[in-house]
């Protein structure tokens, strides 16, 4: 059973966890989709989701609470000034998980999450999907 078992552990400690989810929420929201693992995937939507509800208010306190978790200033503005305005009427469900199929390399099952408002995907549109392997 797996009673008490809040998250996965991706084959890492703590600080390397933390670490890739943190990268990975960094990359999401700067280009509105990431290619994944379906594990890490679920992972990140933990970390995204809570980011989407807090940027909703637009304070300082909140942009420091974002800036805490994300590594770069401009995923952090792209956050309340793109991300947030999107999904204002929503009352959560930010991200979506699409599967895949399996990686040539070691047969990982792959998935892509993305933003489920296409305003902020727009981004994205210009780019190519980031691939976190």
Do not use: C, W
């Not at 909703?56 to 590594?71: E, K, P």
């Not at 390399?105 to 998935?111: E, K, Y």
């Amino acid at each position: 059973m797996r009673h008490r078992l809040a998250h996965r552990k991706l084959n890492r400690d703590s600080a390397g966890r933390k670490a890739l989810l943190r990268g990975l929420a960094t990359q999401l929201i700067e280009y509105g989709t990431v290619v994944t693992t379906i594990e890490r995937a679920k992972e990140l939507r933990k970390v995204v989701e809570p980011l989407v509800a807090l940027a909703r208010v637009d304070s300082v306190n909140n942009r420091r609470s974002a800036a805490a978790t994300l590594y770069s200033k401009k995923s952090v503005g792209d956050l309340f000034s793109r991300v947030a305005p999107a999904n204002a009427t929503r009352q959560g469900g930010y991200t979506r998980i699409l599967k895949l199929g399996l990686r040539p390399g070691d047969n990982a099952r792959r998935a892509i999450i993305e933003f489920v408002e296409p305003t902020a995907i727009k981004a994205a549109e210009t780019t190519a999907p980031v691939a976190a392997n």
